[in-house]
T-cell receptor, first 114, second 114 residues
Framework: KAGVTQTPRYLIKTRGQQVTLSCSPI?????VSWYQQTPGQGLQFLFE???????NKGNFPGRFSGRQFSNSRSEMNVSTLELGDSALYLC?????????????FGPGTRLTVT | GNSVTQMEGPVTLSEEAFLTINCTYT??????LFWYVQYPGEGLQLLLK?????DKGSNKGFEATYRKETTSFHLEKGSVQVSDSAVYFC?????????????FGTGTRLTVIP
């Protein structure tokens, strides 16, 4: 099975712009979660989508949003970018079924805000 | 709430040395515990997991035992190799709360020298 794919791998944006990141989960997986990784804050949970619905949300401002399509692919959007949004954004997929614990991560999108 | 406290790094070992990375957790319910590994420039890979007390997870020579009495999940390997150089993250998932998100420790960077 192909793993989790994320596009693009690298992005450079200017403060105030917006950005959209994409994630394609493992075939058959219905849950997609997003995490932000920074040197200062470590790995932090952004949100989880399951069957096109946001099922769980972390403690991030409303500038961070996401959605999931019927094929389980997910996008994450960050509006009005700030310097502090520079990070590695990781997507993880899982089957989403009750009692399922493993999440499989993609390689990440490295976002640099200047 | 849920949190993971992980041994501060970096850790530098000679090849074939014994490795221990300490991890303790706080959880409101009955968490599942994980170790993830991140190689340079890559996403996270699931190394091993344990879903209930006294379970031992193992993979690629790494082991960790879920100790409920000490709320710990220490990672061990008897003989490390240069290829084990990476950042190791301890994490928990508390499905009992209805959420599927992972709570991560701060990560421990391991460098193995020949």
């Amino acid at each position: 099975k192909a793993g989790v794919t994320q596009t693009p791998r690298y992005l450079i944006k200017t403060r105030g712009q917006q950005v959209t990141l994409s994630c394609s989960p493992i075939s058959g997986h219905r849950s997609v979660s997003w995490y932000q990784q920074t040197p200062g804050q470590g790995l932090q949970f952004l949100f989880e989508y399951f069957s096109e619905t946001q099922r769980n949300k972390g403690n991030f401002p409303g500038r961070f949003s996401g959605r999931q399509f019927s094929n389980s692919r997910s996008e994450m959007n960050v509006s009005t970018l700030e310097l502090g949004d520079s990070a590695l954004y990781l997507c993880a997929s899982s089957s989403g079924d009750m009692g399922t614990y493993e999440q499989y991560f993609g390689p990440g999108t490295r976002l640099t805000v200047t | 709430g849920n949190s993971v406290t992980q041994m501060e790094g970096p850790v530098t070992l000679s090849e074939e040395a014994f490795l221990t990375i300490n991890c303790t957790y706080t959880a409101t319910g009955y968490p599942s515990l994980f170790w993830y590994v991140q190689y340079p420039g890559e996403g996270l890979q699931l190394l091993l997991k344990a879903t209930k007390a006294d379970d031992k997870g193992s993979n690629k020579g790494f082991e960790a035992t879920y100790r409920k009495e000490t709320t710990s999940f220490h990672l061990e390997k008897g003989s490390v190799q240069v290829s084990d150089s990476a950042v190791y993250f301890c994490a928990l998932s508390d499905l009992g709360t209805g959420a599927n998100n992972l709570f991560f420790g701060t990560g421990t960077r391991l460098t193995v020298i020949p």
